[in-house]
């Protein structure tokens, strides 16, 4: 079977769909990928094909953000042609030949499109529940409100979805011999998504009208070694707290708020650059900066982990059996966020409220003795064959 996996946007959307693709070749399947261009020499260093989607994500950082402006409105809308065009393109191009098409996040605005034109079956897979309509929560993953507001709230989402990118789907879907559509959002989930996140850490919500299955988080093994500066850190005294906000904007203030957070708390500190690259404030020995980094191989030998709440980070250092300390910044992170606090795994700072006092507080209570045995305790209820289960019904619906 020749099968096309596309994921776009961060390194977040762009892992799970690479460890889908890693399976699917070691069941001897022939799999083409389409990434964004920054994460092309990735994807074929791992030994795929690989064609770009897209565009890079990664956020300016230092001068360069501080001297960033907004986008107006024209070039919002400029974007977005683009984007949609790119991925008609990309996805029409690299798809001749294939017998499926998987696309990986909610943003992929030609997978069902390309794959309705070609004939063969597709599917798209999201990564937290609240990317699926649903009356058990609103579209910006708050939890709690009324169903019915919750499902009014949806239908506007709805709307908006259509005031941004319906004409573009239309006139792209033209120009591949394809019909309109009247409502873009339902199109480019399909009836039967997939949900590809950890039925204990995000369960399956109700989702009227549609038939959503879940896989489990799509994981990629890791077996890169830590560097010797960093075991010899980790060697050196008790166990860290780990701080990393990844692909998200953070300014030079929030390293030192996270340094004298950790500091106040007794804890050595492990820090990762991201993209932000965050940095130390001095030449104390117990920080050190890092750059990637293997976190599977990282949390189980830290204390706890202060991060964003993006759906692969919240599920690793929950298989790591490690309390947690979310910062959501948008998108998915405020569900996962209230997901560990539910869970009773971790606690959350609201990123408009961080400071080193509030942090302060955040980690003392993940570290709080009750926190940190229910941590360890969950870790081994989180599932690690979603990329197993994902492939059986790929291999099922192709027979």
């Known amino acids: 079977m020749r099968i096309l996996l596309t994921g776009v946007g961060t390194r977040g959307d762009v892992q799970p ?43 300016p950082s230092g001068a360069a953000a501080a001297q960033a402006s907004l986008p107006t409105p024209e070039q919002i809308r400029a974007l977005v042609e683009h984007l949609v065009r790119d991925q008609f393109d990309a996805t029409a191009s690299a798809a001749e030949g294939c017998d499926v098409i998987v696309a990986g996040g ?3 605005y030609a997978a069902r499109s390309i794959a309705e034109r070609l004939g063969i079956p597709s599917v798209v897979a999201v990564y937290a529940s609240v990317a699926l309509p649903s009356p058990d929560h609103a579209p910006s993953g708050e939890p709690g409100g009324d169903p019915e507001s919750n499902l009014r709230r949806w239908q506007d989402e709805s709307r908006s979805w259509n005031e941004r990118i319906l004409e573009r789907l239309n006139d792209n879907r033209k120009r591949r011999g394809l019909g309109p559509l009247s409502d873009a959002r339902s199109h480019i989930l399909g009836e039967a998504p997939w949900l590809a996140a950890d039925p204990v850490l995000g369960p399956l919500p109700a989702t009227p009208g549609l ?36 692909s998200m904007p953070a300014d030079q203030q929030t390293g030192r708020i996270v340094i004298e957070a950790a500091r106040a708390a007794g804890r050595r500190l492990v820090l990762s650059q991201g993209w932000a690259e965050l940095g130390l404030v001095d030449d104390g020995p117990d920080c050190i900066v890092i750059g990637d980094v293997n976190h599977q191989a990282l949390f189980p030998r830290v204390a706890a982990v202060v991060h964003h709440g993006g759906a692969g980070t919240t599920t690793t250092a929950a298989r790591a059996g490690v309390p947690q300390v979310i ?39 993940a570290l709080d003795q009750g926190v940190v045995a229910r941590a360890a305790a969950l870790a081994g209820a989180v599932a690690v064959d979603g990329t197993a289960v994902a492939a059986d019904l790929i291999e099922r619906a192709s027979a």
């Open 17 to 59: 769909v690479v460890a889908l693709a890693a399976e699917m070749r070691r069941r001897g399947h022939d799999v083409r990928l389409c990434v964004p261009p920054n994460f092309i020499d990735w994807v074929r260093g791992l030994g795929f094909t690989a064609a770009p989607i897209g565009i890079a994500m990664r956020q």
């Open 106 to 108: 909610e943003h992929q």
């Open 211 to 246: 038939k959503p299955t879940q896989t489990g988080a799509w994981l990629l093994p890791d077996p890169t070694p830590l560097v010797p500066e960093l075991e010899a850190f980790l060697a050196a005294g008790e166990a860290p707290v780990y701080v990393g906000f990844g």
């Open 327 to 365: 910062v959501p910044m948008f998108a998915d992170q405020p569900y996962w966020a209230s997901r560990v606090r539910a869970l009773g795994i971790g606690t959350s700072v609201a990123r408009g409220a961080l400071s080193a006092e509030s942090l302060l507080a955040a980690l003392g209570g």
